[in-house]
């Protein structure tokens, strides 16, 4: 019914009023009208931020790719579901259509169940931008397999931390992956990962770029002849509401990667209403978001939200420079995309290229243009709004995170007025607040604050993997009875919210969240080092880059400094993967310290941002002078 495409800003209004007067009424209303169910949910939801527990449509029963696949087969078998647009653009993109995704969902499940997975058992996929990727997705959901998918970025210790923290039975990659004019031995990386995993029992190889791999007998298999021989039907798993879909790792501010488990049918839910109502989708659009699967934003708004609407959703391999800085809207013109979606940090790196590529391209086919990931900078939504959307295209500025699943605070593009910078006001359903250090709630408008979630929304994460305690910790512990998001923002006169950053240790670099400790324990684990401390600086295409103050064991006197930057480099690309790579490292003869022996990163942030004048009182440091020093060499 109505409610569930909104078109106007009185219908937002009105909408949103009912889903937080009445929000049981308002999701069942949306999840009764516009899913297929095997059995409908005894209770819409009960919840306790104090546990933390949250459970929406309990007692349902479903399967997620029915709704993502069978339900779309007698209307829509013949659309295209997947357009896959390949790294080389001399190759001919592939169109998968509804018909032909359900099959080759199909047969991969087989062959998952072939290989002994069964309902509840975790897969690791570390896959490049293939439809293999979406596919292996579907194909564990499909059979109530969780899947975990690691960002094919990451490196091998990375990765074999992620494989062992969910304890997966499976891994799904292929024998490499093309990246611009370069090729990744994905395998390769694998392959070291599993060394210390004995216990992983089969690894499913795609074939993408014919390389000369090794493949260890018993235990990898090539998919391909796997598939040929699978059948295209596979019953779908009947799935509780609240059994885990997926798991997803992101940085904290402490610690190992958390893993955010997301539920089946919540998710699925808030995914496809974010998803319609956020870019409009209209029947006939292509609709694309040049996020990588591996990443949530790929997870609901490439794979989960598009498919539950029977939407064309773009898979592009490649990277936004190759064969040149027009790829992007070369593919806007070829494919007449509707719908554009990516990251502040590739606007920011496009328009340094000035406007000579985007003019080669028609890009009428545009109607609304989507950022995330971090906070957009004035100077790069004024570009996107003028270049690439000619004025005429709505920007939604969406903000979200990974253990939120959906988008939670965004303009609806055509209602919504839109101003530079703020992501406006929440989306149906969810209830924004900001708060004060002491815990209070700062109501009215024209204030800045904390931003926290007052009431639990359908794809909300239900626990950390393995770590309720943690889940509790991080998220419902700062403030009672609230999900603390770890961002601060501000509400200006008219009640549009404006995100202004992390108020912890995570910092956002080209829109990957990375935590400070673990990149300092890699750095630390070099035998010069004594000691570190991460901090974030601006940066004007990466939005933030990492300036790292090390201190060595010895003064460093007749080192090179220059090859031990290098080696601090290459121990973090190691340890976690080429994007938190420092963009500074500066030697120390200490780090600024409190008493309890905390090191002060506020002191160091200032540095590092050129904003030595507002440091404040540092004599309360244990060692004032350290900071002196510091300033007098920063690199
Ligand atoms: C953090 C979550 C979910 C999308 C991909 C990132 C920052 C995200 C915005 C935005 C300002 C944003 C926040 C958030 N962030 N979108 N539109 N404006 N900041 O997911 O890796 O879980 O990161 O990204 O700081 O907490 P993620």
Known sequence: MSNYHIKQFEEYFQVYRKSVRNPEQFWE???????????????????????????????????????????????????????????????DAEHITYKQLYARVCKFANVLKEKGIQKGDRVCIYLPMIPE??????????????????????????????????????VITSDGSYRGPKTIDLKGIVDEALNDIPGIQSVLVAKRIN??????????????????????????????????????????STGKPKGMVHSSAGYMVYTAYTFKNVFQYRDNDVYWCTADIGWITGHSYIVYGPLANGATTVMFEGVPSYPDFGRFWDIVEKHKVTQFYTAPTAIRALAK?????????????????????????????????????????????????????????TPIPFSTPTKPTYATLPFIGIQPALMDESGN????????????????????????????????????????????????????????YRITGRV????????????????????????????????????????????????LKDSGEGRNHD????????????????????????????????????????????????????????STLLNPEVVDDIIKNVV
């Open 211 to 252: 390389s000369n791999i090794n493949m260890k007998a018993g235990r990898d298999y090539w998919l391909d002849p796997l598939l040929e021989e699978a059948y295209s039907d596979c019953n779908a798993e009947l799935m509780d509401a609240e059994d885990p879909l997926f798991i997803l790792y992101t940085s904290g």
């Open 29 to 91: 209303e949306i999840a009764e009208e516009h899913f297929v169910w095997r059995k409908k949910w005894d209770n819409v939801l009960s919840w306790d931020f104090k546990k933390p527990e949250v459970k929406w449509f309990e007692g349902a029963k479903l399967n997620i790719t029915e709704n993502c696949l069978d339900r779309h087969l007698p209307t829509r078998g013949d659309k295209t579901a997947i357009l896959f647009e390949p790294n080389n653009p001399n190759e």
């Open 504 to 551: 912890d240790d995570v910092i956002i670099v080209s829109g990957h969240n990375l935590g400070t400790a673990p990149i300092e324990d890699a750095i630390n684990e070099h035998p010069a080092v004594a000691e570190s401390a991460i901090v974030g600086f601006p940066h004007d295409v990466k939005g933030n880059a990492l300036y790292g103050y090390v201190t």
């Open 353 to 409: 290229q000035g406007t000579e590529h985007v003019e080669k391209y028609d890009l009428s086919s545009l109607k609304v243009l989507g950022t995330v990931g971090e906070p957009i900078n004035e100077e790069a939504w004024h570009w996107y709004d003028e270049n690439i959307g000619k004025k005429k295209s709505p920007i939604v500025d969406t903000w979200w995170q990974t253990e939120t699943g959906g988008i939670m605070i």
């Open 563 to 618: 090859n031990l930057r290098k080696e601090i480099n290459q121990l973090i690309t190691d340890r976690i993967g080429p994007i938190a790579k420092l963009d500074k490292i500066q030697f120390t003869v200490g780090l600024p310290k409190t008493r309890s022996g905390k090191i002060m990163r506020r002191i160091l942030r200032k540095i590092a941002c050129n904003e030595t004048d507002q440091l404040g009182d540092t």
């Open 133 to 170: 990727l979406a596919i292996s997705i579907l194909a564990c959901a499909r059979i109530g397999a969780v899947h975990s998918v690691v960002f094919a970025g990451f490196s091998a210790t990375a990765l074999s931390s992620r494989i062992n923290d969910c304890d997966a039975k499976m």
């Open 441 to 496: 709630e700062i109501n009215g408008n024209q204030v800045e604050g904390r931003l926290c979630i007052k009431f639990p929304w359908p794809s909300i994460a239900r626990t950390i993997w393995g770590n309720h305690q943690r889940y509790k910790d991080t998220y419902f512990s700062a403030y009672d009875n609230m999900y603390f998001t770890g961002d601060g923002a501000l509400r200006d006169e008219v009640g549009y």
